[in-house]
């Protein structure tokens, strides 16, 4: 820490000189700011700090680089932590260890430059690396730009082209979460779209990290979204507690399926012990789960990948024999 502060010391002295004109028009022309000392100049204190523990400053500091960095604020950080149990970002960056942060900070830089108007909607690989491959943002373009991440939430660019000497910055509002880093329970706490599946699996002890969900795993899990459990709020709220753990047991395969996986028209045993029976589908469906009702559910999103495990999204809370 004592090197990078005394780095920005040296570089914001750069800086102001050259705001103030220098010591005379024989001087050197000032070096620019660089990602890492512009992030701390304009108050990003937990970026920094994480940037710091993860070993990232220099790279963020290399003027041979040109680099696009989504930045979340303080606020963002602050949110991540206490969706994540911490008592803010103090306390989470000093919880992690320095690999984890570097994963997820890396999530949050393009290898090239690119201001919000050279930014198209698509993807855009990042400098994490997942399974040998960079890690993928999804970039939305309607009504300012967005950033959509491994848990399917998208933060939005607030403050973009924050110029510096080796890239850019675009300020954002969430820390964009990469794959294969946090397990699937807290990828699932971290979309608000699940937020009734997450109070569900706290009720019924199976976020345990020894022998619950966020366990090594693997896990497959299909998971209902709010809307769904909204559709049959009667039937869940009569659930017996054990009978509550037989249904959302019901929506975990004790291995790791993904979507290329996912062995249609074959009975699949589930944690409950009893199986379900998954068919491709058409557009917009990927492939629908037949329960013991006569409506199937739809698989509307898959493969959100976990440290222990996948995430399919579902439109409808399976129901098996109680």
Not at 171 to 185: R, S
Not at 255 to 281: C, H, K, M, R, Y
């Amino acid at each position: 820490m004592y090197r990078w502060l005394k780095y920005l010391m040296a570089t914001s002295c750069v800086a102001f000189l050259a705001a103030c004109g220098g010591g005379g028009d024989d001087d050197p022309p000032a070096t620019p700011m660089t990602i890492a000392s512009v992030a701390t100049a304009s108050g990003f204190s937990a970026l920094v700090a994480a940037a710091d523990k993860a070993g990232l400053i220099d790279e963020l500091s290399d003027t041979s680089a040109n680099l696009t960095v989504f930045a979340p604020t303080d606020e963002a950080f602050d949110a991540l932590a206490t969706t994540l149990g911490f008592a803010d970002a103090t306390a989470m960056v000093a919880a992690l260890d320095g690999p984890t942060l570097a994963k997820i900070l890396s999530y949050h830089v393009l290898p090239v430059r690119k201001t919000a108007a050279q930014l198209t909607a698509g993807n855009e690989p990042t400098l994490y690396e997942f399974e040998g491959t960079p890690a993928t943002l999804a970039i939305g373009t309607t009504g300012g730009v967005t950033v959509t991440d491994e848990v399917l939430v998208a933060a939005n660019v607030t403050t973009p082209d924050v110029d510096a000497g080796n890239g850019v910055i675009h300020v954002i509002d969430k820390v964009l979460v990469p794959p294969g880093v946090l397990n699937v329970v807290q990828m699932a706490k971290l979309n608000p779209a699940f937020s009734t599946l997450v109070a569900a699996v706290t009720t019924a002890g199976l976020d345990s990290p020894v022998d619950g969900l966020q366990s090594a795993g693997p896990f497959t899990v299909f998971a209902p979204t709010n809307d769904a459990f909204a559709a049959i709020a009667g039937t869940v709220s009569s659930l017996t507690p054990t009978q509550l753990t037989t249904v959302l047991t019901y929506h975990v395969v004790g291995d790791e399926v993904l979507a290329s996986g996912i062995p249609f028209g074959v009975p699949v045993a589930t944690v409950s012990t009893q199986q379900i029976t998954i068919t491709a589908g058409p557009a917009p469906a990927i492939a629908s789960i037949a329960d013991t009702t006569a409506s199937p559910a739809r698989i509307n999103a898959v493969d959100i990948r976990g440290s222990n495990g996948v995430i399919h999204v579902i439109d409808k809370v399976l129901l098996p024999e109680l």
